[in-house]
């Protein structure tokens, strides 16, 4: 799925690999719950720019840093790089609005999480 007809990874991938990567380090060092806890992350924005491409089944090396930790959101930039690369191939960025599940209303971002993410924080 991830080559297209050009024999490169498709440009929808990146966001795939954009989504796997913020969501891994949400859920095991920030803890967030995505099946039953009482806060999730709703994207409000995201953006990619390529530089050059990769094709399947290339291994790729993902980089992440939060340029901006808000009460409720946050901005995430990401960078992808070909191994042992010091040119991103691609980046970008995600914003996530935390919101309560129920009421998909914002909420603050729980502790552990906003330790976590303060750990990628640009300071």
């Keep these: 799925m991830d080559n297209d ?5 498709n440009n929808v991938v990146y966001y795939s690999y954009f ?3 913020i969501n ?5 060092p920030g ?13 409000a924005e995201t953006g990619c720019r390529f530089h050059r491409s990769f094709s399947y089944p290339e291994d790729i090396d993902a980089g ?8 409720s959101s946050v901005r ?3 960078g992808l790089f070909g191994m042992g690369e010091n040119e991103a191939r691609a980046d970008g960025h995600f ?3 935390f919101v309560d599940r129920k009421t998909r209303r914002p909420v603050p971002i729980p ?3 906003r330790e976590a993410l303060a750990l990628l924080a640009d300071r």
């Design 5 to 9: 007809v050009y024999g490169h990874v």
């Design 19 to 21: 989504d796997t990567l």
């Design 24 to 28: 891994r380090y949400l859920i095991d």
């Design 31 to 43: 803890g967030l719950d995505i099946h039953a806890g009482e806060v999730i992350g709703i994207v």
């Design 64 to 71: 992440l840093r939060v340029a901006r930790l808000g009460t």
């Design 76 to 78: 995430y930039e990401v």
């Design 95 to 97: 914003v996530h609005v």
């Design 111 to 113: 502790p552990r999480l």
